[in-house]
């Protein structure tokens, strides 16, 4: 077993040269919902990203020129963890290991890159949740497949036990995560569930719905509809009430 963390694209936002080069030849759409968004869930400082320095006007919101370049900035840093990524890739090919390793790439969230004027991770919205997750399992896995199926990183330990089959497989508690490829292709998962200080996200295939608990009873309720457009930004709680009860039905006790 070998774990590799790789830092970034996290804050500052640095990279080589020759990443940045060469983002500079891409085409970049500006963040969507420059103005905001009516959520008692938004990162609205957007603290940590503000506290750095930069070398453009800190005004907030950021111009839309500040915007794109910071934009390109935090691109320029993924195409270097990128580049680090395919030497550990290259590595195994040279040593013989890849047939026969399993090979899990993961972030732990998702970040606001100007979007509804928000810069961060710090909020329980589809934005900040929406992470990476590559599994090459040779034999396993179809090579190149993809699933729109909702998952949790909660799902990677029970995954790698399906997969490994270790003779040893005791857990001090039940996991509660889902072997990934033990669920059918014609079926979903209902909801995966997050967590961001005292809110709960529930997260459907099509929605998200976000509370707060007060004295054991859901409030600050919202609902986004991922299916519209801008529906990551809308609350539409009041529009579909019966969403809202069917979703509310799935929190845990």
């Known amino acids: 077993f070998m774990g590799l963390g790789f830092y ?6 640095v990279a080589p040269k020759q990443d940045w080069d060469a983002v500079q030849l891409w085409d970049v759409p500006p963040p969507a919902m420059r103005e ?6 938004t990162n609205k400082r957007s603290g940590e ?11 907030r919101p950021l111009a839309l020129e500040d915007a794109q370049a910071a934009r390109r900035a935090y691109l320029a840093c993924v195409r270097y963890t990128d580049r680090q990524v ?8 040279k040593e013989g290991l890849a047939d026969n390793t399993i090979v899990v790439l993961w972030g732990d969230h998702g970040w606001f890159l100007g979007e509804a004027n928000q ?4 909020s329980p919205l589809e934005t900040a949740l929406h992470s990476p997750l590559i599994i090459r399992a040779p034999g396993a896995f179809k090579q190149g497949r993809q699933s729109d199926k909702v998952a949790s990183t909660i799902d990677i330990y029970p995954t790698l036990i399906d997969l490994c089959r270790p003779t040893f497989t005791k857990t001090a508690w039940p996991l509660d995560g889902t072997p990934l490829g033990q669920i059918p292709r014609d079926k979903q998962r209902e909801i995966v569930i997050s967590t961001w200080g005292n809110a709960i996200t529930l997260r ?11 004295d054991g009873k859901p409030s600050n309720i919202e609902l986004y509809d991922l299916r519209l457009e801008d529906g990551d930004y809308v609350d539409v709680a009041k529009q579909q009430p019966e ?3 069917a ?5 845990p006790q």
């Open 8 to 13: 970034k694209p996290h804050l500052p936002f």
């Open 36 to 41: 905001g968004m009516a959520s008692k869930y």
């Open 86 to 93: 395919g030497k550990v890739l290259d590595a195994l090919e």
């Open 204 to 214: 459907s295939m099509s929605h998200r719905l976000v509370v707060q608990m007060k």
């Open 243 to 245: 969403v809202v009860k």
């Open 119 to 122: 810069w961060g991770k710090h």
């Open 49 to 59: 990203f503000y506290k750095y320095a930069m070398d453009f006007e800190k005004s």
């Open 247 to 251: 979703m509310l039905e799935k929190l």
